[in-house]
Nanobody
């Protein structure tokens, strides 16, 4: 599976961005998907995950109520809607896919990784 993330950019605090991840290469609908992020000088951290069917989602405490993950298996895409952005959300965001159907907060549960898209939130 190849993953291509897009939608990053520069936004002011309080603004919104929508990240998109396009998957190709194999059956997409059988995989859980997730978004992770990595800020400069920090470790990669879990942001959001979604099960293969879209029926189960999970979020890091830092983004709950502000970010929404969704997927469209007919279009092989996963979206991350980010609202009320804060400067601490600044990071490179990575789209990822697992080999199982359930999402996980552990990066080790995911096999496929996109190239990342940079999100910069100015204060």
């Amino acid at each position: 599976v190849q993953l291509q993330a897009s939608g990053g950019g520069l936004v002011q605090a309080g603004g919104s961005l929508r990240l998109s991840c396009a998957a190709s290469g194999r059956t997409f609908s059988g995989y859980a998907m997730g978004w992770f992020r990595q800020a400069p000088g920090k470790e990669r951290e879990f942001v959001a995950g979604i099960s293969w069917s879209g029926g189960s989602t999970g979020y890091a405490d830092s983004v709950k109520g502000r970010f929404t993950i969704s997927r469209d298996n007919t279009k092989n895409t996963v979206l991350l809607q980010m609202n009320s952005l804060k400067p601490e959300d600044t990071a490179v965001y990575y789209c990822t896919g697992g080999v199982g159907g359930a999402w996980s907060e552990s990066p080790h549960s995911y096999v496929y990784w996109g190239q990342g898209t940079l999100v910069t939130v100015s204060s």
